[in-house]
T-cell receptor, first 114, second 111 residues
């Protein structure tokens, strides 16, 4: 148990569906992240929120839409995804205002787009 | 452009022997380096880190070595145990809170 909880753990969706991934952290952290892990590839940073403000968007397609209503919750809204978007989506959190601290990850959501 | 590279996708080692995982980076501004361990169906968990002002950090069976001139770091696990079988990710940050990850090395510890 890392203190970062993601739901759902598994998701299968059609290309015309709209779904949302949820992440919640109980660590009092100020920074939250979405990462994408595809097979045999590095973890790809998608979005960063620090103190609820989006500070990074790594050229992610608009079919992925993040939302951070408060420092403890992070969502990733999905719509009109493509099969190549199938991957493990990981949420993480860290202190944020301090540099050089480790990030704590959730267990991930395994997404399959059919 | 991948700034953190783990060129060995897999490593097989006998139980009780040393596992050595390697990681190279290209960004000379990186000043903090981490290793994460990941089991199937779980998120990565933090293992050990090292600041650029050091060249070695040890925590139990795990030791990380940093060679700044070569832009290289390594993780030594000794002795290797069956529970160490997992994917290991190298990560680095540049004086901020965002991490760049390598592609991972799958370690298999044979009994």
């Amino acid at each position: 148990e890392t203190g970062v909880t993601q739901t759902p753990r598994h998701l299968v969706m059609g290309m015309t569906n709209k779904k949302s991934l949820k992440c919640e952290q109980h660590l009092g952290h100020n920074a939250m992240y979405w990462y994408k892990q595809s097979a045999k590839k590095p973890l790809e940073l998608m979005f960063v929120y620090n103190f609820k403000e989006q500070t990074e968007n790594n050229s992610v397609p608009s079919r992925f839409s993040p939302e951070c209503p408060n420092s403890s919750h992070l969502f990733l809204h999905l719509h009109t995804l493509q099969p190549e978007d199938s991957a493990l989506y990981l949420c993480a959190s860290s202190q944020g205002e301090e540099v050089n601290t480790e990030a704590f990850f959730g267990q991930g959501t395994r997404l399959t787009v059919v | 452009d991948q700034q953190v590279k783990q060129n060995s996708p897999s490593l097989s080692v006998q139980e009780g022997r040393i596992s050595i995982l390697n990681c190279d980076y290209t960004n000379s501004m990186f000043d903090y380096f981490l290793w994460y361990k990941k089991y199937p169906a779980e998120g990565p968990t933090f293992l050990i880190s090292i600041s650029s002002i050091k060249d070695k950090n040890e925590d139990g069976r795990f030791t990380v070595f940093l060679n700044k001139s070569a832009k290289h770091l390594s993780l030594h696990i000794v002795p290797s145990q069956p529970g160490d079988s997992a994917v290991y990710f190298c990560a680095a940050s540049e004086n901020d809170y965002k991490l760049s990850f390598g592609a991972g090395t799958t370690v298999t510890v044979r009994a």
